[in-house]
């Protein structure tokens, strides 16, 4: 199970900067998506990573 949480680590490491890069350049020459900076916007990416970690914490500790 630690050996799967290492190869997530590297794995996310190496996907998430050019996914954000690529939603910062949603933004276009404005630099602006949703009514917000595009880079304040690349962040609910990570934020989704980590929400979705907790929540698979939460269900193994209570077992599933």
Known sequence: MASAGLIF????GAL???????????GGDTGVLMGLPAVNV???LPLVCFVYIAG?????IRGF
């Open 56 to 60: 698979y914490g939460w269900r193994a």
């Open 16 to 26: 998430m900067p050019p996914l954000q890069g690529w939603i910062i350049d949603l």
């Open 9 to 12: 680590a590297i794995v996310g």
């Open 42 to 44: 690349s962040f609910l």
